[in-house]
């Protein structure tokens, strides 16, 4: 039946009488289609724009800092501020067992002035323990991270992030050169690309911390206390959370209910919760393309509802001269399953080209460059598409099915009927 | 080749029943040529229709060619009528989108028949209407009577048994009327059984016997001894 020409010279013959009608119908199954691939098209791209910008982190990590408590408690009033340290430091790699790595990040106190030879430049300089590398998602360019080796020795070293190699280096290789922070010499061992702290400032430089507590003298006192936690679910993560606080508050003697005294930022709940966004966001999508479509299907519907009508007299001719039910549920079902396949073929065809262009010529970063960030590579996927030809030819089905047996009910004499 | 014994049919109109065909007995040789006449509402277009196999009878018998019709499947009754039987109306219903020898090779395709040779079969048949040339024109093309012709070619081609014709010169003038007419009887000389539908006199009385239909019954028979 399927590969009987006859059959498709029929169906072929029909559309050319009626063209516009056609038309009209597989452009709204057309425009469903088009409508659905550029939705999913553009929540992949938004996906993946706020994917790669939330990516540098790494989601499987918990960060704490210090506050400002808001309750008095043990004769202690509140607004009392509080600062993590290297004992909180030791104290949470001890006490909290899911912890992997553990690294603490501190400061500079003054003005950093930061150069190499004649150049100079306003960077970011961050004593870091070396298991800081495990938090930051970075991007080793050249040279190496730095170690434990680094730490204990109290080597002066420097990893600098390429921006900063940029401005000081000029294309200089800077393996092995020297640059001065406030006048101490620092060898750069390595240069790093991308990381969670990369801003719209001029680079970061990390240097082991037990270096900047001498030089700096620094008391012990941490911007930060961050950790990884391995692979972790939300609700272990949340545990952990209120663990901290509660060590946290026995160590600075705090109300171990307020929140406010130190400050937890967890990442896995981000992550989670960022994932639940988009899983919610995808379906509702899925949801308004598939209403759209079913818009589309039910145009078909109806126009092979007036097919029908139109041709009774034809269908009862067909008939008186032999034809069986079977041939003539075939015939309409066929040419609802070609007129949704074939215009819905047209709007994925649209819809995956529009894509293409828009990701080929980067035309997001020309027009808008803001949105462009968090809005990368739109595009759907093989799979996508398949599964909206498959839908397409189903729901073509559908539609050309009650129709047809409508069609294949209709009584000769009733057709043959000459009023 | 017909034979009714008892014929009933009725026809639900909203909730009440509409007796139509109250007990018709009737026999049709082979190699007859009949008329039904009667007046609109005498029921003869029911009887049509179930002779036709377009429409099943409530009560009664029915044979065609000696085999009893019941109440059989659509798509079986769609063979016998492709097989046994050929129609020719009186709006000829042709396919407006199909050639005048696709319109003729249409029963041969829901035989199954191949493309190439039901069209040469239906070219044989359309030249034996004399209308050859006319083979690849478009229905609206044609004349009625060639209409009519190219309709009464396309009951033909399935070589069938018996021809039914329902008003087949209700829209033709006097001319083409004649010609038609003329067609059928020589179809009916060649040894088909013809029966023909009609309420005018004249197209009856070509038959070889009139049978008189008045609400429901035959009143009459009426030989009227060409042969």
Known sequence: MLFDIDVWQEIFSTIRKNKLRTALTGFSVAVGIFMLVILLGASRGLKNGVESSFSNESSNSMTVSGWRTTKPYKGQNSGRDIEVDNQDFRMLGKRINQIAAIAGRTYIPGDESISYKTQFGSFRAQPVHAAYKELIKYNLLKGRMMNSEDEKERRKIAVIQDKVEKSLFKGENPIGKFIEINNTKFKVVGVFGKTSQNGNDNGTIYIPITVGEILYSTRGELVEIGFTLGNITLKDSKAIEDKVQSLLAKSHNFDPTDKSAIWIDNNIEESKEFVQTFGAIESGIWLIGIFTLILGVIGVFNIMLIVVKERTKEIGVRKALGATPRSIVGLILLESIFITAVSGYVGLFAGVSLLEIVTRFDLIQKMSPDVAMFFMNPQVDMGVAITATIVLVITGAIAGFIPARRASKIKPVDALRDE | ?227
């Open chain 2, 1 to 227: 080749m017909i034979k009714l014994e008892k014929i009933h049919k009725s026809y639900a109109v909203g909730k009440n029943k509409l007796h139509v065909l109250k007990g018709v007995d009737l026999h049709i040789k082979e190699g007859e040529m009949i008329s039904i006449m009667g007046s609109s509402g005498s029921g003869k277009s029911t009887m049509l229709n179930v002779l036709g196999l377009l429409d099943i009878h409530d009560e009664g018998n029915y044979y065609l060619d000696g085999m009893p019709i019941t109440k059989m499947s659509e798509a079986k009754a769609a063979e016998l009528r492709n097989h046994t039987l050929g129609f020719v109306f009186q709006s000829f219903n042709l396919i407006s989108f199909k050639n005048a020898m696709e319109n003729v090779a249409l029963p041969l395709y829901y035989r199954g028949i191949s493309r190439s040779k039901r069209n040469k079969l239906a070219l044989e048949y359309l030249d034996k209407m004399g209308l050859k040339e006319w083979a690849l024109h478009m229905p609206n093309e044609l004349s009625g009577g060639q209409k009519q012709r190219v309709a009464i070619a396309r009951a033909l081609i399935t070589d069938p048994k018996v021809i039914f014709a329902d008003e087949p010169t209700g829209a033709l003038d006097s001319k083409t009327t004649e010609e038609v007419m003329e067609v059928l009887k020589r179809i009916n000389a060649e040894g088909k059984t013809v029966v023909i539908v009609t309420h005018e006199h004249d197209i009856g009385e070509m038959g070889d016997r009139m049978i008189i239909l008045k609400d429901g019954v035959i009143e009459k028979i009426v030989d009227t001894n060409h042969k």
